[in-house]
């Protein structure tokens, strides 16, 4: 028996699923209705409590990050899943890219894919943002303006982008992370 166990990590290995960059697999880091802020710690590969949010609000949706992607704040892309049911931390679920959400977060770019999961039979028609109520995009603007604002943090939403600008954000951060893993083999 071995010494030692070592545990699969979820954002490396964990494949994005045959379907990305449009539809890709999503580990959720973050259940719907939570105010418990969990993160990815990337060296154990477990989820982590980073703390609890400051403000009276929830999470509108499921949220968490795509396997094997990479952005420039050195972190696997964010994703906010809209489904009928909150899924449990450390879940992962099949996701459809139907939006980006640009957001800067203390003065850094933190983009938001916005994604229905491919699975949910009231959500998996939706191929663009354009089809979800605009109350609902109103929630998910507000959540994000003010979840940080006790904590006097500035974060900046702007307007939604369609469908294509997530897919093209995905692929990117594919890209980015295909050179992160290259490069480290190098070393």
Not at 49 to 60: A, G
Not at 121 to 133: A, F, M, S
Request: proline residues 6%; glycine residues 4%; negative net charge.
């Amino acid at each position: 028996m071995a010494d030692r166990f070592v545990a699969a990590h979820p954002w490396h290995d964990l494949e994005i699923g045959s379907g990305a960059p449009s539809v890709f697999n999503c580990v959720v880091e973050i259940a719907k209705g939570s105010k418990v802020k969990y993160e990815l710690d990337k060296q154990s590969g477990l989820i982590k409590v980073d703390r609890v949010l400051y403000s009276s609000v929830v999470y509108p949706h499921n949220y968490g990050f795509v396997p094997r992607t990479l952005c420039e704040d050195n972190d696997p892309l964010d994703v906010l899943v809209i489904m009928q049911e909150p899924v449990l931390p450390g879940a992962f679920l099949r996701a459809k890219a139907i939006g980006l959400m640009p957001m800067i977060d203390q003065g850094e770019k933190d983009d938001k894919i916005i994604a229905v999961c491919a699975d949910d039979p009231e959500y998996k028609h939706c191929t663009d943002i354009k089809q979800l109520p605009p109350h609902r995009l109103a929630e998910i603007r507000r959540f994000f303006e003010d979840y940080k604002k006790n904590e006097n943090k500035q974060v900046e939403v702007e307007d939604f982008l369609p469908a294509e600008k997530a897919i093209e954000a995905v692929r990117n951060s594919m890209d980015l992370y295909a050179a992160y893993v290259v490069e480290t083999l190098r070393q």
